[in-house]
């Protein structure tokens, strides 16, 4: 008898069980994968109504986080930046 059972776990959850099944050697190397959406610059220029120039402006002075390879934006780098703008404004 063939039994299909369907197991929902949390993206926390998935990572941890994933970092157990790899060997400890392994481990390091995954450590720093994100389970967070990410955006391109365009899509962050985008959502923030700005120019691609103003984008690249902003992580360059390191305002906006990017991913290790500096190509995406975390949408929670998004999220601090726009919470720190509204709070200048206040």
Known sequence: ????????????????????????SEAKKFKSVSLTKTLSFNQARILLGVSHTTVKN???????????DQR???EQAINEYLQIIYLRKD
Do not use: A, D, H
């Open 58 to 68: 902003l992580v360059k002075n390191k305002i906006l986080k990017t991913t290790s």
């Open 72 to 74: 995406r934006i975390p």
């Open 1 to 24: 008898m063939n039994s299909n059972n369907l197991v929902v776990m949390t993206r926390t959850e998935v990572k941890n069980l994933f970092l157990e099944i790899i060997s400890e």
